[in-house]
């Protein structure tokens, strides 16, 4: 039985399937073959199937499925109206988006600091993790680091290490234009894949 999950992904693969693949390659200068369109995310190798609009990462040289938050992104970012992503190089939180559409999220798609924190054992394993994502780090917080999510929509991750009084906690903070480029919600979806990806490189 098919879930909710499921049937967006699926109804977003086919509406995918409508926009002409050669013109996005050319506007986020994309590799592009008779089968998939290509593009890193962290650093690992995703590609959009052609014939089913399927999104799938390459893992230890086999290509399987890339899972719900990372293929609504791929597909949300691709099919933008505003093309490729101009920068402001200013970040914010999400409570200093300048256009957000109220009342359509969800109080599942939060993430809280401290929650995003958990299943990381220590800085180390984190500062690890994001330098194998191709993250660079700079001041601010006990660590902070830039992630290339794409190669065209940066992410800043920050994060403090636990103390007496607060437990650890991991924030994401986005370039002021993101919002023009992809959806609010889909920076909740955004954010669970890229802490997916950190976590199973951490674990490793």
Same mark, same amino acid.
């Given at each position: 039985m098919r879930n909710n999950y499921d049937l967006q992904m699926q109804a977003a693969a086919k509406a995918f399937?409508? %926009?002409?693949?050669?013109?996005?390659?050319? $506007? @986020?200068?994309?590799?592009?073959d008779d089968t998939a369109l290509y593009l890193p995310i962290l650093r690992t190798p995703h590609r959009v199937l052609l014939q089913n609009g399927s999104v799938e990462r390459?893992?230890?040289?086999?290509?399987? /499925?890339?899972? @719900?938050?990372?293929?609504?992104t791929v597909y949300d970012l691709l099919?933008? /109206?505003?093309? %490729?992503p101009v920068l402001a190089h200013e970040w914010c939180a999400h409570t200093s988006f300048h256009a957000v559409q109220g009342g359509t999220l969800q109080a599942s798609l939060m993430i809280h600091p401290e929650q995003s924190a958990r299943g990381f054992d220590g800085l180390p394993a984190l500062r690890r993790a994001c330098a194998a994502c191709g993250g660079q780090e700079v001041a601010? =917080?006990? @660590? =902070?680091? $830039?992630? /290339? $999510? @794409?190669?065209?929509?940066? $992410?800043?991750?920050?994060?403090?290490?636990?103390?007496?009084e607060f437990p650890a906690q991991l924030q994401f903070f986005w370039d002021r234009n993101t919002c023009r480029y992809i959806r %609010?919600?889909?920076?909740? %979806?955004?954010?669970?894949?890229?802490?997916?990806?950190l976590k199973e490189i951490a674990s490793q």
């Open positions: 399937l409508s %926009y002409d693949a050669e013109k996005l390659a050319a $506007v @986020f200068s994309l590799e592009k390459k893992k230890d040289g086999c290509w399987l /499925p890339a899972g @719900f938050d990372t293929a609504m099919t933008n /109206p505003n093309g %490729y601010g =917080s006990d @660590f =902070s680091s $830039v992630l /290339p $999510v @794409f190669t065209c929509l940066p $992410v800043l991750l920050r994060y403090w290490e636990a103390d007496e %609010y919600e889909t920076t909740y %979806y955004l954010t669970a894949a890229i802490l997916e990806r």
